[in-house]
Structure formats: structure tokens, C-alpha cells
């Protein structure tokens, strides 16, 4: 398995620079296009369970990190406060305190919950340089973030649905997950909440987590001191290119910042109560899931995610009318395709190999001719004649469908 680092000399997919700083990677184009395909999938999961999207700001006071616990906890990995007259602003290292604000800023009715809010939002972290490494350790975070706030007899239901997703994602995405890590507090100091609160969550996740793995084959394995410090969580963790592992995946729950934002909801017998907040993160970070996808698949990525799609080849002059018309109709569907004409054909196939082009498509005299057009896909270990409509077909019902590979038969 390669490194993304190495990978990238040849993919182009980010740049960093050092007037842009360390750690701050800059997206290009073929990145940017893997970023979006990923954005999309996290959306269409997310409204798929019922989510709702909110857009919330960067900057937050320093007093509200301090009222959600964030400023004691996390302080040396927080950027430096801003000072606009009077007030202190910084740059937010999570979002959920701005989402536990868009639930309080209006009342809510026991027959409204669970309420699921959703954000592809960028948070900081103050990594310190040595660290630092290509996609997987950034100082600007971009993570498929949702808060859901629910009755406590919910909050089951709703660790279960989130880990549903995660697993989903996972297994669309093609990442095989090593285990689940039921991450639980120790017997330190450095939790916010009771022991009581902690256990009866603990036993929440785990029986959630149970239910849903139960015939998967993937482990729960417990991890005491690896919890948030307001609250258990359940992890999917993976290995990278050299053998770290990572948390790719998360669902936790919250019974701390409910208390610190005074979340409510009005209960059947019309008294206030107190929500439960669940966080998770079904895709997650935008940089470390692209990491993770260039290594997996080392830099050939599955056909809905390739920056290039098709590269169309003709062979010579006078097949151009007929490769210009194959562009056309894979544009009209959408198709992220290329026409290469410059340099000998040898010269071209390579470099689309180089690049990792989902589908080479060449054009000679004689497909020219009967409308076909010579396919390779070396994903599929796929090299045959078709005709343009059965290229176009499978094709777009890869893109559509997600798939791992392109159905040719």
C-alpha cells in the first residue's frame, strides 16, 4: 500500500505551500472534485436518516468554548484569541457548541425529537509541526459533522441509527474497517459528568453497538481512556500505509453540554427536561478519508470518485469527429471525460495510466467505423471492444450506483 504523500506527485490532487503554512493543504482541482463526491455521499446519508442542514459560523466567543469545557480541555490546541474590542474570538476546534445553540434558539416539544442537524463545517486545531503530515494531520478540519438531540429513550435508537450510517459509508467508500472501539472514560479525574451519567451512556453504546455488528464479523473491542472528555463513543478504526491506526468514523454521546446550554425540551406532562445529545460523523474528515481512499485503492480510485472518469484516445487525425462525438455523449451525461490528441498513442495511454484514469477509450479506424470503441480498465482487469452506447451504460451506471468497479458484462 503507498503513501498518499507519494501518490499525490503524480495524482496532483493538493498543494501546500509555505506562504498558505504547514499544515494547511491546498485543494487542487482533482482533489477538489474527490472532495465534492465525498461531500455529496455525506449529504445524501445524512438526509437520509432524517438530518436537517444548518450552516454556523468559524469564529466563536472564547466564553462559549469555556461554557462547553472545550477551553479547559483542549486550550493548548486551540489557535490564539482574536481580539475585536472588547471581545475574544477563536478559531472553533469542534462545532457542536454552535449546534447546541441553533437547538436552543427556540423551544422544542417531546413530540419533535429526535432533531438531527447536519454540517460539512471546518474546525482548527493548533498542530503542533512535527506532527504534521500531508492530509491526515491538518490544522483545519473539514468533517461531516451531525448533532442529534433526543429523549433519553431515544438516545439507543439514535447511536444505533448513527452507526448504521458510519458502517454504510465505510462499505460504499470501500475502506475496510479493522474494528469497532467502544472508547469508555478510566478512573482518572479528566471526565466531565458523573460516574452514573457514564455508565448508564456506556451500557447504551454497547448494547447499540452489539445489536448492530451482531453476524458482521467486526470486533467491539473496549478501550477505557480513549472517550471524549464529555462523553463514551463508538469508533470505527482502520489502519493506514503504515500501520497506524486511525478513527475514521464516529458516534458519541453527550450528556454534558445539554447541562452547560441548559438544552431542553417540554415533556408530555408539560415540564422541562433535560435532551441528550448523540455526535456523529458517518464519512468523516474530508482530508483524512481522502487519505485513507488514495492508499486503499493506491491512487486508482473507484470510477465515481476519479477526478478524470474517461480519457478518450484517438488514434489518429482522422478519428477525432468520432472520438469529439463519444466526448459529447459522456458529457451529456455528466462524465467527467477528457479527449487526449497530442503525442504518440503509446505516450498518451501512459500517461493516463500515470494519472490513474478510471477508463482508457481509444478510437481507431475500425471502431471508428462500426461505432465502438476499445476499452481498458485496468481496475477491472477489463480490455475489450464495445460499442459506444454499452460504454456510455456502464459507465454512468458505475458513477450512479457507486460502485467498487464498473459492471463491463
Not at 266 to 274: A, N, Q, T, Y
Not at 287 to 310: K, S
Not at 357 to 377: C, F, L, N, P, Y
Request: glycine share 8%; net charge negative.
Amino acid at each position: 500500500m503507498s503513501d498518499h504523500r507519494e501518490l499525490n506527485h503524480d495524482l496532483d490532487v493538493y498543494a501546500t505551500d509555505p506562504l498558505a503554512g504547514a499544515g494547511l493543504p491546498l485543494w487542487l482541482p482533482a482533489g477538489s472534485v474527490i472532495r465534492r463526491e465525498l461531500e455529496r455521499l455525506a449529504k445524501d446519508l445524512a438526509h437520509a436518516d432524517g438530518c436537517v442542514d444548518v450552516h454556523t459560523p468559524v469564529l466563536g466567543k472564547r466564553a462559549l468554548f469555556e461554557r462547553s469545557g472545550h477551553w479547559a480541555k483542549f486550550e493548548d490546541d486551540m489557535f490564539p484569541t482574536l481580539q475585536l474590542g472588547d471581545e475574544e474570538v477563536v478559531l472553533r476546534p469542534a462545532n457542536c457548541p454552535h449546534h447546541a445553540l441553533v437547538y436552543k434558539a427556540r423551544s422544542h416539544s417531546y413530540r419533535e425529537l429526535p432533531i438531527r442537524l447536519n454540517e460539512l463545517a471546518p474546525m482548527f486545531r493548533a498542530e503542533r509541526s512535527g506532527v504534521l503530515s500531508g492530509l491526515t494531520r491538518v490544522r483545519q478540519i473539514s468533517l461531516d459533522d451531525t448533532h442529534v438531540f433526543c429523549r433519553p429513550d431515544q438516545t439507543g435508537a439514535e447511536v444505533a441509527r448513527g452507526l448504521r450510517a458510519a458502517l454504510e459509508a465505510q462499505r460504499i467508500l470501500g475502506l475496510p474497517v479493522h474494528h469497532v472501539r467502544l472508547s469508555m472514560r478510566d478512573d482518572s479525574d479528566a471526565w466531565l459528568g458523573t460516574e452514573e451519567q457514564w455508565r448508564t451512556a456506556q451500557d447504551a453504546l454497547r448494547e447499540s453497538a452489539h445489536d448492530i455488528l451482531e453476524g458482521s464479523g467486526l470486533p467491539l473491542v473496549e478501550a477505557p481512556g480513549e472517550a471524549a472528555f464529555y462523553g463514551p463513543k463508538v469508533d470505527l478504526q482502520v489502519f493506514d500505509s503504515r500501520g497506524h491506526e486511525e478513527t475514521i468514523a464516529t458516534v458519541q454521546v453527550d450528556f454534558t453540554q445539554p447541562e452547560r446550554f441548559d438544552l431542553t425540551y417540554h415533556g408530555e406532562d408539560g415540564e422541562r427536561h433535560r435532551v441528550v445529545m448523540v455526535h456523529r460523523g458517518t464519512v468523516g474528515s474530508m482530508e483524512r478519508v481522502t487519505a485513507a481512499l488514495l492508499e486503499r485503492y493506491d491512487g486508482r480510485l473507484p470510477l465515481w470518485l476519479a477526478p478524470v472518469q474517461v480519457a478518450v484516445l484517438p488514434v489518429s487525425q482522422e478519428q477525432d469527429d468520432a472520438a469529439r462525438a463519444l466526448v459529447d455523449a459522456l458529457r451529456a451525461q455528466g462524465v467527467r471525460v477528457e479527449l487526449a490528441c497530442d503525442d504518440s498513442l503509446g505516450s498518451r495511454v501512459r500517461e493516463a495510466r500515470r494519472r490513474r484514469v478510471a477508463v482508457v477509450a481509444v478510437v481507431g479506424a475500425r471502431e471508428a467505423a462500426d461505432g465502438s470503441v476499445q476499452v481498458t480498465d485496468v481496475a477491472a482487469g477489463f480490455r475489450e471492444v464495445v460499442p459506444v452506447d454499452h460504454l456510455v451504460g456502464r459507465v454512468v451506471a458505475a458513477r450512479d450506483g457507486r460502485c467498487q468497479a464498473v459492471g463491463w458484462t
